[in-house]
RNA sequence: GGCGCGGUAGCUCAGUUGGUUAGAGCGAUCGACUCAUAAUCGAUAGGUCGGGAGUUCAAGUCUCCCCCACGCCA
């Protein structure tokens, strides 16, 4: 038995994420984790929300909240659409929890002692009005270039000039709206990434069989212009990871926090001690110590191509740099974005179908079995509602779903609702087996290597083997004859329900438990001996006609849909 | 402007280290079946593999140039 370690891209808790967000990291890697459970293996799988940071603080007070409390109820937010996704997380964690300081500031005092960590002085924008330090992008003002009013900090969105805060005229605060600004001098702590280049680079080099995309964007970051970069890691917020040495203070570090990516993959590990604090398990260091127990983990990370610098390079410095033995990523799996429409989803213009909205107009496996099918592994792939309303109709509704229906209204109609007794198999059914046994490893092979695109379409392979056996023996005509044939034909076709409900839960749990219910069995055991799995409805079992397991989207909805998700154009 | 990922049938995409008539699903057309969610099954049509040049006995697959889309950076 293996163990797999799980984790995708931690989602900022700001509003909830689209479509394109969902099918980059926490559905494949959801899809992931259910299978290699389904295969028996040791899974932890977890994610959590990232919270630090100035929007967060922003949102929070547009919403007129402290930013714990609206944090804490977003974080309630996005862990009930979790659900409703069926995103089967051991455990959904925070990274502003209390586990996740304690560790940030532990890695900062290693990597401080390892000498990776220097201290710079530089000038920054201080509004008197709001109180605090700005990101160059909430001071706007004229353009010092072309005269335009709105201008940001950094760089001017009419003429595409970058900019210094200090260069704008008539500067301003977009918090506020105040002009009373300065700039200040402030100390902020740098991750000497650069020192750890070449390390980085060896890596890499010697990751094998990673995706395209994941080596080429770390590549890119390792040797763009003059080479990899140090970052800051510290910001002069309120709301975030004080900066500390370990447990103590950190001189002239007063009132500042660990800059949000620093601390927000830290919570991957953080999270295991909240799932362990949670009473959910009761051992952390087994999966992420290699000097206890987690030498024999496979990690396994999903995320979208915007995260891989964090993942390919900041997070391997803070783990390799603090000289300790924890586990360092097995397999990054990165994914392209899904495009709506003809353009890019967009929060800002609520364009395109975001979590809860998607949830509200059908079930999740209707979207799972779409974005998934449709994973951006290659290149950036389009959502469009033909496509969708096609692909779910034909696939799960007449494919997979009226298998179902033809099979148990066939045998309630010329037999009774219980595995028909009867005949016996012949070349028909012993090449059915033979067929979906091939197709059945070719689509371990595909999940194994996580293939999302070809696993989903060796599933629908499979799930067609089972109406062309139908076809080819016709039980309807069969049965005129000799109905004992077509009982045994019926018996093989309902265990072949049960059998794609095993083997289709990763990707569409919720149907996948309704169709096993149906054939009235608890048996979800991995077909390894697909003839032995389908014998496992045996005659006389009792079993119960499904209801509509998929039912068809409509050109009127489809229609509508379109037209209500297509926000608001420029 | 630099870099990155792509540009393969109407649509969505596969195409391993270059090697016989370039594949799949959907859609289209025709046919079969009639158990079923007007479902299913089969067959057929459809591509000068973005454009051009080159290397090679042989290029979708390698090299160079150009065009287009998307993204990142400046």
């Known amino acids: 038995m293996a163990r797999h370690l799980i984790t995708s891209a931690i989602p900022y808790i700001n509003g909830i994420k689209h479509l394109g967000n969902l099918v980059g990291s926490q559905l494949p890697a959801d899809l992931y984790a259910r299978y290699q459970r389904a295969r028996g293996h040791e899974v932890l799988y977890l994610c959590a929300t990232d919270e630090h940071g100035t929007p967060a603080e922003l949102a929070a007070a547009k919403a007129g909240k402290p930013v714990a409390d609206y944090c804490a109820e977003m974080w309630e937010v996005q862990a009930r659409i979790a659900e409703g996704f069926r995103l089967s997380f051991d455990h959904f964690g925070r990274s502003s929890s209390e586990q996740n300081r304690k560790l940030t500031q532990h890695f900062a005092a290693r990597l401080d ?74 100390k902020h702590l740098y991750l000497r990434q650069s020192a750890m280049k070449d390390r980085l680079e060896e890596w890499i080099d010697t990751r094998e069989g990673w995706p395209v995309l994941t080596t080429s964007i770390a590549k890119k970051w390792l040797n763009d212009g003059d080479g990899l970069q140090d970052r800051g890691i510290t910001r002069d917020l309120d709301w975030g990871v004080p900066v500390m040495k370990g447990d103590q203070p950190w001189p002239g570090m007063e009132g500042k926090v660990f800059y949000v990516w620093f601390d927000a993959p830290i919570e991957y590990i953080a999270c295991s001690q909240e799932w362990v604090d949670a009473g959910k398990g009761d051992d952390w260091e087994r999966w992420w110590r290699t ?147 091939a197709k059945i490893r070719e689509y371990e092979g595909h999940m194994e290597a996580i293939e ?119």
């Open 113 to 186: 002692d390892e000498g990776l960590i220097r201290e710079t002085s530089e000038t920054q924008m201080y509004s008197h009005a709001d109180g605090r330090f700005l990101p160059d992008r909430y001071i706007e003002g004229t353009c010092p270039n072309c005269g335009f009013e709105d201008a940001r900090g950094d760089q001017c969105d009419n003429c595409g000039k970058l900019l210094d805060p200090v260069d704008l005229i008539n500067p301003h605060s977009t918090i506020s709206g105040s002009t009373d600004l300065e700039m200040r001098e402030t």
């Open 291 to 437: 000097d206890k127990g987690a030498d024999d983990v496979r990690y396994t990370q999903f995320m979208g191509k915007d995260n891989v610098p964090f993942h390919t390079l900041s997070f391997p410095v803070t783990i390799l740099g603090s000289n300790e033995p924890w586990k360092l990523v097995d397999y990054i799996k990165s994914f392209n974005y899904l495009n709506y429409d003809g353009g890019q989803f967009s929060t800002s213009r609520g364009r395109g179908v975001f979590m809860d909205q998607a949830l509200e107009i059908l079930p999740a496996d209707y979207w799972r079995w779409w974005l998934l099918s449709h994973a951006p592994e290659s290149s950036d792939s389009e959502f469009t509602w033909e496509n969708f309303q096609s692909s779910v109709n034909k696939d799960l509704a007449d494919v997979l779903g009226n298998f179902a229906s033809r099979v148990t209204k066939f045998c309630r109609s010329k037999f009774s609702e219980a595995v028909p007794a009867g005949g016996s198999y012949g070349a028909a059914e012993e090449k059915l087996i033979a067929d979906l046994t």
């Open 452 to 570: 999302v695109r070809k696993a989903a379409s060796a599933l629908r392979a499979a799930w067609v083997l089972g109406n062309e056996y139908l076809q080819e023996v016709a039980p309807w005509t069969t049965f005129k004859t000799d109905p004992d044939q077509a009982a045994a034909q019926i018996r093989l076709a309902l265990n072949l329900i049960r059998l794609y409900a095993v083997i289709s839960a990763p990707f569409i749990p919720d149907a996948s438990a309704q169709l096993r219910e149906a054939m009235m069995s608890d048996v979800t055991d991995w077909p390894e001996d697909v003839a032995a799995a389908l014998g496992v409805m045996k005659e006389g079992d009792a079993f119960a006609v499904p209801e509509v397991t998929f039912r068809k989207i409509t050109d009127a909805e489809r229609e509508d849909w379109q037209e209500r998700f297509a926000g608001t154009r420029t």
